[in-house]
C-alpha cells in the first residue's frame, strides 16, 4: 500500500483503487472533487459514476461537516451521479443509542441500493464520498464489489478523533475497523491530517 501526497493527480490513480482518510475538515471531500474535475476535463464523463453518500454541509461548533461533491464542483452534473435524497448524521443527530443505531441503519436503507444499482451496471470509473457513514452499519463487502468492478475507484471517508460519542453502541468502533478493512484492499491510501 503506497501512501500518496496530497498534490497527486487522477493521472496517478487511474487504474488503481484509492482510499483517502482524514479526520473533520483536512479536504477530503475537496481533495475528491478535485480528482473528479480532472478526471472530467480529460474526458472520461461518460465512463464515471459518483455515488454521494455526504450528508449535506452544515455547521457544527462553529466548524463545517459533511458535504456533499455537488456543493463543490458542477463535474457532478456530467457524470452519473447517484446519491439518496438525505442523509443522516447518526452521532450528531442522535439523543440517545438506540436513535444513534437507527439513524445509521436508515442511512444503510438509502445507500445499499445505490452501491447495488453500480454493481447491476458498473462504469470503469467509481467516485465514492463519504464512504465511512455507510460503513457505520452497512457491510463493508458491498463496498469491495463495487470497488472491484471499477477499473479506477477514488473514495474518500472520515477517519479521526472528532466524532467520539456514539453513546456506547460501538458505531465508531465499527466504523473504523471497517474503513481499516477497506484500506487494507486498497492500492494506495492517502491520510490527510490538518
Known amino acids: 500500500m503506497r501512501r ?11 487504474g488503481k483503487r484509492t482510499l483517502i482518510l482524514g479526520d473533520v475538515r483536512t479536504g477530503k471531500t475537496r481533495l475528491t472533487a478535485r480528482l473528479l474535475e480532472e478526471a472530467v476535463g480529460l474526458g472520461f464523463s461518460g465512463m464515471i459514476t459518483v455515488v454521494d453518500m455526504a450528508p449535506e454541509t452544515r455547521a457544527v461548533e ?9 456543493e463543490l464542483t458542477q463535474a457532478h452534473a456530467k457524470v452519473r451521479y447517484l446519491s439518496p435524497p438525505r442523509v443522516e ?14 439513524l445509521a ?3 444503510v436503507e438509502r445507500i445499499g441500493p445505490l452501491l447495488e444499482a453500480y454493481s447491476a451496471a458498473p462504469s ?9 457513514i455507510y460503513l457505520q452499519s452497512g457491510p463493508v463487502e458491498a463496498v469491495l464489489t463495487a470497488a472491484e468492478k471499477a477499473e479506477t475507484f477514488i473514495a474518500n471517508g472520515y477517519y479521526g ?3 467520539h460519542r456514539d453513546y456506547g453502541t460501538g458505531v465508531s468502533r465499527r466504523e473504523r475497523e471497517q474503513m481499516d478493512l477497506l484500506a487494507s484492499s486498497m492500492d494506495m491510501v492517502i491520510r490527510l491530517t490538518s
Do not use: K
Open 105 to 107: 441503519r436508515l442511512n
Open 4 to 14: 500518496l501526497p496530497t498534490a497527486c493527480s487522477f493521472r496517478d490513480l487511474r
Open 161 to 163: 478523533g472528532y466524532f
Open 62 to 70: 462553529g466548524r463545517t461537516i459533511g458535504g456533499r461533491l455537488s
Open 89 to 102: 448524521t447518526p452521532r450528531l443527530a442522535a439523543t440517545s443509542a438506540e436513535e444513534l443505531l437507527s
Open 124 to 132: 470503469p470509473i467509481l467516485f465514492i464520498n463519504d464512504i465511512s
